[in-house]
């Protein structure tokens, strides 16, 4: 029997990587988009290529870009996928208020370009399509914790622009009956993460610190409580989702609240620092309860024009109809995140 063959957006990203180490161990063909630039851009998906326990990988990058309508069709026409991930995007929120056009463009249009390309191919009948929304969508949320039937009310660019993917990806299902289908994936986070989001940026500058860095840690709303889980599981719940026997939209959360100030204080517990907060506002610090010394700053130009609060989902569903349960905890997440970076410096 042939092997199924996956087409991934975004695959040098971090659930990308994690999402295509799961497919090839299944067995997949696997094929992914990659943008060209003149500096390296595939450090995440290297070492998997050269991975030596995986003697037959199939694998296949494809020059294109979810701007470059013709390079989608191009690829997609010459792959065949039976299943396509799209995790591309701009996907910072802080930053998508410095490019909201371009955000709208990769997040929004590039869902509709994909989904149009898949259609005018003839493959809308072959092909099942998985859409990467997120808890950024309920915004100045209505109702906690957050399901499939809470209304949407984004609050970024970013969040207005996949909020568009989304309702594409309902529209394509019900109007061209598509296997296509809504994973709203809350927090989830990995070694992997890129250096600019919040988690991995407390990470590695607590263990510069630990280190002997004396830079502190300059960060925005410490109050901002987020559903935060690891992205291996994440990506076992985005398969799941294309092997359900009916396209539908799923939430994925693990269920439970932190705060940032709570993940500061857990990675430091992790390296035998206990913090301390004083002050307020702006003027708030976070100090080595033994030394005294400032390790954490409070800097405006971190926080967002508009604030997400509060973020916390219920994945009943998805453990009801895919039998889908996390396995990471907040303090295993912390913890591995936190071995691969003392590794790392």
């Known amino acids: 029997m042939a092997s199924k063959k996956a087409f991934i957006t975004g695959i040098t990203g971090q659930d990308g990587a994690y999402l295509a180490r799961l497919l090839l161990r299944k067995g997949y063909e696997v094929h992914g988009l990659v943008r060209r630039s003149s500096s390296p851009n595939t450090g995440r998906i290297d070492g998997m290529l050269a991975n030596r326990h995986w003697p037959d990988v199939r694998y296949c990058a494809h020059f294109g870009d979810m701007t470059d309508t013709m390079s989608l069709v191009r ?133 510069r610190i630990h280190n002997g860095s004396e830079e502190p840690i300059r960060l925005g709303n410490l109050d901002a409580r987020r559903d935060w889980g690891h992205a291996a599981d994440y990506v076992a719940g985005m398969h799941a989702i294309l092997q359900h026997d009916t396209p539908d939209d799923f939430v994925l959360a693990t269920g439970q609240c932190h705060t940032v100030r709570q993940w500061l204080e857990e990675v430091f517990r992790l390296l035998d620092r206990e913090l301390v907060w004083q002050g307020q506002g702006l003027a708030e610090q976070g100090c080595d309860r033994k030394t005294g010394r400032i390790l954490v700053t409070i800097d405006p130009a971190f926080f967002r024009p508009t604030e997400v609060e509060l973020l916390c989902g219920s994945a009943d569903k998805a453990r009801s109809l895919l039998h889908w349960q996390p396995e990471y905890t907040f303090q295993s997440l912390i913890a591995d995140m936190l071995d691969h970076e003392l590794k790392e410096q």
């Not at 997609?76 to 701009?90: H, I, K, R, S, T």
């Open 75 to 207: 690829i997609l026409d010459a792959v065949g996928p039976d299943e396509v991930y799209n995790l591309a995007a701009q996907s910072h929120v802080r930053v998508s208020f410095d490019m909201p056009e371009f955000t709208g463009d990769v997040n929004g249009l590039g869902t509709l370009r994909l989904l149009e390309a898949i259609r005018s191919l003839g493959l809308d009948k072959t092909t099942r399509f998985y859409q990467a929304s997120t808890s950024e969508l309920y915004g100045k949320v209505r109702e906690t914790p957050q399901t499939e039937t809470t209304p949407f009310c984004p609050r970024s660019p970013y969040a207005i622009a996949k909020l568009y993917a989304y309702w594409t990806c309902v529209n394509y299902r019900e109007a061209y009956h598509m296997f296509a289908a809504n994973g709203i994936l809350f927090n989830h986070e990995s070694p992997l993460r890129g250096d600019q989001f919040v988690t991995k940026k407390i990470v590695r500058g607590a263990v």
